[in-house]
Every structure is written in C-alpha cells, then in structure tokens.
C-alpha cells in the first residue's frame, strides 16, 4: 500500500489514519495506574503474571466479576518479564514508592520461577498445590509437563517445556530494572538471577533440558539470543561473564542478523517473532559501547528488523526503536494517538471478525495495518499481527494490560507525555 512512498510520505499517511480513528482524549498517569493496580488484584494471585477468566462475558450479568479459573499459565514468565520491564520503566519516571514497590513483587516472582524447579532452570509458571485453580490449569498446560517441589515449605507444580520466548522475556526484563531501579538489594538479587540463568544455560551448552532429561528448547541457532544474554550477564556481573561475552561476540557477531533476515521473510504469521527480536536486540545494542565495532553488526541487524516492521503501527516497537535510535516526532506523535487508542479496546477477548470490512489480502491477513483500537484482543498487543482479521474468544478472559503500561511508562522515561 505504501511502497510508492517516500519515508517521510509514509509516516505522515499513518498518522493521518491513526488521528482520523482517534474519539478519545489523551491518555494520562491515571489510566496507567489504574491497570497496574488491577495486574495486582487480579493478574498476580501466585507472585506471576496471569489472566483470570471469568463467569460472564455480559457486563449486566452478576457473574460478570466472578473469577472461575485462571489462563495463559504458560506464558507467565515472559509477560512477568515484560511487566517487570514496565514497572521499572514506571519507577525510573516517576520514582514512585509504588513502581518500586510492584518492581520488587516481579522481581521476586522471577526469582521464584528460578528457585521452584531446584537447579536454576526456568519454569513457565508455579502455583500452589493447594490452589482452587490447580486442575483447571493443570489440564489446560499438560502438554508442557507438570513437576511438584517444594518453596519455601509450601508444596508447587511448576510448568516445564520451557522456551525460548520464556527466557527472552524475563531477561530482558532483569537487564532493563537493572539499570533504573537504585535499590540496591533488588540489583543484588537481579545479579543474582541473571548470574544463574547464565550458569545454567552454559552448563548445558545453551539447551534446555526438563528432569527427564529432554530438551525443550536450544539457543544454538539464535546467536542474537546468546549474545544479548550475556551481553546482560556482562552489564550485571562483569567478573563472571565479560570475557565470556567477548569470546562469544568475536565469534558469533558477524552472524546476529542471520536469524533475524529469517524471521523477515514472513510479516503476519508467528508474529510474536518479532517482538522477541526487539527485545533481545535492545538489550545487545543499548549495553555495547559506541566505540565497539560490533556495535555496527548489531544494529545493520536491528535496521533491517525495524525496516521491516516500522509501518505497522505499533507502540512498544516504537518506543524500543526511540531508545536505540534518536527521538523522531513523526513516530513520537504515532505513538502517543496508538497509546490512546488502545484505551478504546475492549480488555476482554470477545470475538472479533474484520473480514469483509477491510481488504483481504490472505484467509486471515487484512492487506494493511488494522487500527489499533479494531484489533483482536490478546495477551500482548504487540506481539500480535497487526493485520489479523479475526479472533479472539468468548469475551470471558481479561487482559493483563502490559501491552498499555510497557510503551506508556517507556515514553514517559524518555519525557513524552502520552
């Protein structure tokens, strides 16, 4: 639609459309807050992020507010990581007691999900034998495998199958609290967790390995992956793996963008893709000095993800690129009216069916980016196609929002007013 275009021509077409869509007025610290103090209430209820699904999808109906089980267990380390990432983002902006206060809570829900599994590898999620959604979620995750330990003298099941996506998530969240929380306890204890991460994923030559001995998951094709978590072990614990990074990087540099030419070639399905290539390549571009010459592999890599992707209307990918590149006020103003349209989404995953509204350029792909505020209701936005026509569920499971506070705290930290 837009290959005609000048860059320039291209930004401005977009913030036409997103300003054209827009009923609302400006988001504010209050909607933000408000979310963050619903992922306590509602998202948290085992110290990691998942999303209840209620009784109801009728807002009329008693039942409405009634929470029968809990969902997406087996994402809950990345989106912990994620909202880890926020609240600290939201700390470093506000130096709110609060921001700090939550940071610590998925802090400390990491660490759990390093501790339950009893050798430092990482678990998808834990919860207590003795919780009333025990068979609900365990039935829903059977297929990652289910393992009992104790914590704390509190009996667990944690889930295995552990990925990549899993990792990507959490570490990017330890790098980014790293560098905006000050407490220095919590730095002992983000040290601490990337140090075994590390170590674990060393030891078993950056596989994955469940107690029965198979392995889920292997960085060995993702040197992107490998790179940028020890690019995080380097900033947080020098001594240990800085030589290990340098080693690592002499090696493996000239092949970052390898991958991410791969994940290119295909800008609707596995989507998710693409926000883990973000925030991997955020951590390995912002922690590499100026002065290294790596640094120009890693970012022609970047250039070529966000050439792809810049287009698609996407908030979180906007502020990531804000960070590692310039401010730009054509993507500044874009982002701010996508933050304001996500507040006119529903936070409920009711169906959703654009088919025959916009052009279809494929059995489930709209030609061009679907406006923010139409599209199909999921865990993380952004991780999400953009050009998705139909989905969603029956309007019973809510949102966790960190697709909202992630970009929103980030543009504040950088002094935008969203």
């Not at 408000?34 to 008693?62: C, E």
């Not at 990549?164 to 002992?188: C, E, H, K, P, T």
Request: proline share 4%; net charge neutral.
């Amino acid at each position: 639609m837009f290959r005609s275009h000048g860059k320039a021509q291209q930004i401005l077409l977009i913030i036409l459309l997103v300003v054209i869509s827009v009923e609302t007025g400006a988001a504010s610290d209050s909607d933000a807050l408000a979310i963050s103090q619903n992922i306590q209430i509602l998202h948290m209820p085992f110290g990691t992020i998942l999303d209840p699904v209620f009784a109801s999808s009728d807002p009329a109906s008693p039942n409405y507010s009634q929470i029968v089980r809990y969902t997406r267990a087996g994402d809950s380390a990345i989106w912990t990581g994620h909202y880890l990432a926020a609240e600290a983002f939201r700390y470093g902006a506000t130096r709110s007691s609060e921001a700090l206060s939550n940071t610590k809570q998925a802090l400390a829900g990491v660490h759990a999900l390093l501790d339950v599994t009893g050798n430092d590898l990482l678990a998808r999620c834990l919860v207590p034998v003795d919780s009333p959604y025990l068979a609900a979620i365990q039935k829903e995750e059977a297929g990652h495998g289910i393992y009992y330990n104790k914590l704390k003298g509190r009996d667990y099941f944690w889930i295995g199958n552990t990925s990549r996506d899993q990792y990507s998530g959490v570490m990017f969240g330890l790098g980014v609290a790293y560098d905006l929380i000050d407490d220095a306890n919590m730095r002992n204890v983000i040290r601490g967790d990337v140090t075994r991460v590390l170590n674990y994923l060393l030891a078993h030559s950056w596989n994955v390995v469940m107690p029965d001995g198979r392995i889920s998951t292997t960085f060995l094709h993702r040197p992107d992956q490998m790179l940028s978590f020890l690019q995080v072990g380097r900033r947080v614990n020098p001594q240990k793996f800085g030589s290990t990074y340098t080693a690592y990087r002499s090696v493996y540099a000239s092949s970052v963008a390898l991958p991410i030419y791969f994940d290119n070639l295909d800008e609707h399905d596995s989507y998710f893709k693409f926000n883990l290539n973000y925030i991997n390549l955020y951590n390995l571009i912002r922690l590499e000095e100026d002065s290294s010459t790596y640094k120009t592999l890693y970012t022609h890599a970047y250039d070529k993800l966000r050439q792809r992707t810049q287009l698609h209307g996407n908030a979180d990918f906007n502020m990531l690129d804000r960070d590692l590149k310039r401010a730009d006020a054509g993507h500044d103003t874009a982002t701010v009216l996508l933050l304001q349209l996500w507040l006119q989404r529903p936070r409920r995953d009711y169906w959703i069916d654009l088919r025959g509204k916009y052009a279809a350029c494929g059995a489930d792909r709209a030609c061009s980016p679907i406006p923010v505020n139409e599209r199909v209701n999921t865990d993380f936005l952004w991780q999400r196609s953009p050009f998705l026509l139909f989905g969603g569920g029956f309007g019973t499971i809510e949102t966790a929002a960190i697709d909202y506070i992630l970009p929103y705290w980030m543009a504040r930290q950088d002094g935008l007013n969203p």
